[in-house]
């Protein structure tokens, strides 16, 4: 709850200061969640997504995705239902 409060200032933050940086669209709760794990656990800066999905596995929400940071770094992140802790896995040049 307190990361979700966190991103929360952080992103009301970012707005009052580039009023041009607010989306017609709010991000996905799910994807504040995963760009704050990313941050908090690997130092990436979330810059953009590849294969994401997002559908359902057993009567759950599942979400999928290969994320890439801005250093170039990459992940492949999946997470089922509404938990928001993704297990991250760093992609070497061989492993994805």
Sequence with gaps: ?????????LFGATVLIHPGAARAEDPPI????LTDQLL???QCILR???DLRVFQEDGHDAIE?????DDDRAFDVRTLDS???FEIKECGVMQC
């Design 48 to 50: 953009f997504f590849t």
């Design 1 to 9: 709850m307190l990361r979700i409060i966190v991103w929360a200032l």
């Design 65 to 69: 995705a290969r994320v890439h940071c």
């Design 40 to 42: 908090r656990e690997h």
């Design 30 to 33: 799910w994807e504040l969640a």
């Design 83 to 85: 938990d928001m802790e």
